[in-house]
């Protein structure tokens, strides 16, 4: 829930440039599985659509202001971008821009923020182009 805050306050400051879109895939630490001990909430294996839509209100409570997807129950979203269990991307005009590293390591929120100013940066350039669809 700590990332997901961080997620929250660096979609707030750049909500000017781009649009957040939180998805929610298969559990990572799920009760009945691999249990983490620092795990905030008690959450099953899916075994249902059902199930993964409980589960991921607990994400949109976390979230309210973010758009939330579900994966679906096999895991189409994950597989295509390789989220295994959490990843940050940036698309633009359906390109991969921006490719974070897979979590929990490879979650940086704050080389996404770099990322971001990169770009803002760029489209804030006397002479840039931007192109709004």
């Given at each position: ?52 839509l409980r589960a991921a ?77």
């Amino acid at each position: 829930m700590a990332r997901l805050r961080s997620f929250r306050r660096l979609a707030a400051h750049f909500v000017d440039i781009a649009d957040f879109l939180l998805v929610y895939i298969e559990e990572a630490h799920p009760s009945d599985g691999w249990v983490s001990s620092d795990a905030a909430y008690s959450i099953p294996k899916h075994q249902c659509l059902q199930d993964r839509l409980r589960a991921a209100q607990l994400m949109r409570e976390g979230a309210p202001d973010c758009p939330l997807a579900v994966d679906t129950m096999d895991n189409a979203s994950s597989a295509a971008y390789g989220a295994y269990f959490e990843r940050l991307y940036v698309i633009q005009e359906e390109k991969v821009m921006y490719q974070g590293g897979r979590g929990p390591e490879g979650y940086k929120i704050s080389e996404l923020r770099s990322w971001l100013d990169q770009y803002k940066t760029r489209l804030q350039s006397p002479g840039a182009v931007v192109i709004q669809v």
